[in-house]
């Protein structure tokens, strides 16, 4: 069975660090670009980070760029996002998903997404 499942989130505050995880099975996250996006009730699902497989490349929107970290680890079949000094803002839930038939980054156009897993909450509160 294919899926992803996302794992790390949690309560932090202000200027806090926080670790997701996506965990693969089924297939090898080596072959294809890797996203993570986080979603609030009401609002689009957004993407705040991309990893390409192809050259290893890894892409942010400005919202997170020096503040968030995507790697992977190909043997553990895991994706990971790094994110520190997190602001209230960053409160979301966090979602990764498979840029299908790519192993490079060009954008979020969810619609070139799939095999999204449930989700994990981040909250940033003091």
């Known amino acids: 069975q294919v899926q992803l499942v996302e794992s790390g989130g949690g309560v932090v505050q202000p200027g806090g660090s926080l670790r997701l995880s996506c965990a693969a099975s089924?297939?090898?996250?080596?072959?294809?670009?890797i996203g993570w996006f986080r979603q609030a009730p009401g609002k689009e699902r957004e993407g705040v980070s991309c990893?390409?497989?192809?050259?290893?490349?890894?892409h942010y929107p400005d919202s997170v760029k020096g503040r968030f970290t995507i790697s992977r680890d190909n043997a553990k079949n895991t994706v990971y996002l790094q994110m520190d000094s997190l602001k209230p803002e960053d409160t979301d839930v966090y979602y990764c998903?498979?840029?299908?038939?790519?192993?490079?980054?060009?954008?979020?156009?969810?619609?070139?997404?799939?095999?999204w897993g449930q989700g994990t909450q981040v909250t940033v509160s003091s």
């Open positions: 089924g297939f090898s996250l080596g072959y294809f670009a």
């Open positions: 998903a498979v840029r299908r038939d790519y192993n490079y980054c060009s954008g979020y156009d969810l619609h070139e997404y799939g095999y």
């Open positions: 990893i390409s497989t192809r050259d290893g490349s890894t």
